[in-house]
C-alpha cells in the first residue's frame, strides 16, 4: 500500500510564504510522479504542479508560476511545494498525488489534504 502524508498548510498574510511537505511510506512500491493539487471553495480541483521522479521534469499552473516550486526528494519518497508571494485567490484545500505507471495505465494516490488560507 501507499501512505501519504502532508504538513505545512496555515494561515499567512498576503504576501506570506509556505512550504508544504508529502511523504510517501508503505511496502514496496515506485513512484513515476508526484504533485500538488488544490481545491478552493466552489471551484473545481486543479493542478498546481508536479514534477517526475526520473527525470525531475516540472509543470506549474500558469496562476503559480513564479511563485511556486516543486522539489524532490527521492531517497525519502517526499515532495515539497515552496510557495512564495501567496495570494488570497490561493487559499483553497491543497491535496498530494502519488502516479504509478505500469506499461502505461496510471494508478493515483491521493493524500487527505491541509487547508492553505491567504487572509490578512
Known amino acids: 500500500q501507499v501512505h501519504l502524508v502532508e504538513s505545512g498548510g496555515g494561515l499567512v498574510q498576503p504576501g506570506g510564504s509556505l512550504r508544504l511537505s508529502c511523504a510517501a511510506s508503505?511496502?514496496?512500491?515506485?513512484?513515476?510522479?508526484m504533485g500538488w493539487y488544490r481545491r478552493a471553495l466552489g471551484k473545481q480541483r486543479e493542478l498546481v504542479a508536479v514534477i517526475i521522479t526520473t527525470t525531475g521534469s516540472t509543470n506549474y499552473a500558469d496562476s503559480v508560476k513564479g511563485r511556486f516550486t516543486i522539489s524532490r526528494d527521492n531517497a525519502k519518497n517526499t515532495v515539497y511545494l515552496q510557495m512564495s508571494s501567496l495570494k488570497p485567490e490561493d487559499t483553497a484545500v491543497y491535496y498530494c498525488?502519488?502516479?504509478?505507471?505500469?506499461?502505461?495505465?496510471?494508478?493515483?494516490?491521493w493524500g487527505q489534504g491541509t487547508q492553505v488560507t491567504v487572509s490578512s
Open positions: 508503505g511496502s514496496g512500491f515506485s513512484i513515476y510522479a
Open positions: 498525488n502519488l502516479r504509478q505507471r505500469f506499461f502505461n495505465k496510471d494508478y493515483d494516490y
